[in-house]
């Protein structure tokens, strides 16, 4: 079955990294697209970045482009999200989700699977 | 940025209760839309993408319809562990944007 699970989350000072990382398994990972969604604590869902299946394309919501870095190592069948200069409202829990469907060279965020979450504080 | 609206952002009923959920995209989203469920602590479930498609092992009692930007959610006969909250999803475009979501809880 389908798992994905997240780790990296952590408590961190404003201004420090982090990276988040996301083991996939239960499916062929190098075929599907991939994401990153957070929800700040007590809040509604936001999603952060995409990553097409290959690596070759990336999205970012525009709160966390130029910090945040989307990656993945098809190898590791592993997801990554480097998070730079962060910010307290970059506090919440992040999960990784997997598009439900695979279409070779087209984005259809309809997200089947969630990981668990990580949660992430950046505080002082 | 395309913008979702849902309404209302609570709602109180009882078991036996139909209910619905209404969620507004700011613009043409050519229905692509989807529904989560989230409950405490947990992470977010898809219940219904494409506006009306159920995914697998999801109860008929969820439906779901569109009206050009105007797209409904809908519970028949609501069961104990419907409580939780609710959030549409559009993909028409990048950022893909949630609604504020729609906490369901027993009256």
């Given at each position: 079955?389908?798992?994905?699970v997240e780790?990296?989350g952590?408590v961190?000072?404003?201004?420090r990294?982090l990276r988040?990382?996301c083991?996939?398994?239960?499916f062929?990972?190098?075929s599907?697209?991939m994401h990153w969604v957070r929800?700040?604590?007590?809040k ?5 970045a ?5 690596g070759?394309?990336?999205y970012y919501?525009?709160?966390?482009k ?10 590791k ?5 480097q998070?730079?200069s ?6 919440a829990?992040y999960y ?16 089947g699977?969630?990981?668990q979450?990580?949660?992430v504080?950046?505080s002082? | 940025?395309?913008q979702?609206t ?6 109180s009923?009882?078991?036996g209760d ?6 507004q995209?700011?613009q043409?989203?050519?229905?692509y839309?989807?529904w ?6 947990k ?26 930007t105007h797209?409904?959610f809908?519970i ?10 609710y959030?549409c999803?559009?993909?028409?475009r ?14």
């Amino acid at each position: 079955q389908v798992q994905l699970v997240e780790s990296g989350g952590g408590v961190v000072q404003p201004g420090r990294s982090l990276r988040l990382s996301c083991a996939a398994s239960g499916f062929t990972f190098r075929s599907y697209n991939m994401h990153w969604v957070r929800q700040a604590p007590g809040k509604g869902l936001e999603w952060v970045a995409f990553i097409s299946y290959d690596g070759s394309d990336k999205y970012y919501a525009d709160s966390v482009k130029g910090r945040f870095t989307i990656s993945r190592d098809n190898t590791k069948n592993t997801l990554y999200l480097q998070m730079n200069s962060l910010v307290t409202e970059d506090t919440a829990m992040y999960y990784c989700a997997r598009e439900r469907t695979v279409v070779r060279g087209v984005i259809i965020t309809i997200l089947g699977y969630w990981g668990q979450g990580t949660l992430v504080t950046v505080s002082s | 940025d395309i913008q979702m609206t849902q309404s209302p952002s609570s709602l109180s009923a009882s078991v036996g209760d139909r209910v619905t959920i209404t969620c507004q995209a700011s613009q043409d989203i050519h229905n692509y839309l989807n529904w989560y469920q989230q409950k405490p602590g947990k992470a977010p479930t898809l219940l219904i993408y494409d506006v009306s498609n159920l995914e697998a092992g999801v109860p008929s009692r969820f439906s779901g319809s569109a009206s050009g930007t105007h797209f409904t959610f809908t519970i028949t006969s609501l069961q104990p562990e419907d409580f939780a909250t609710y959030y549409c999803q559009q993909y028409e475009r990048v950022p893909f944007t949630f609604g504020p979501g729609t906490t369901l809880d027993i009256k």
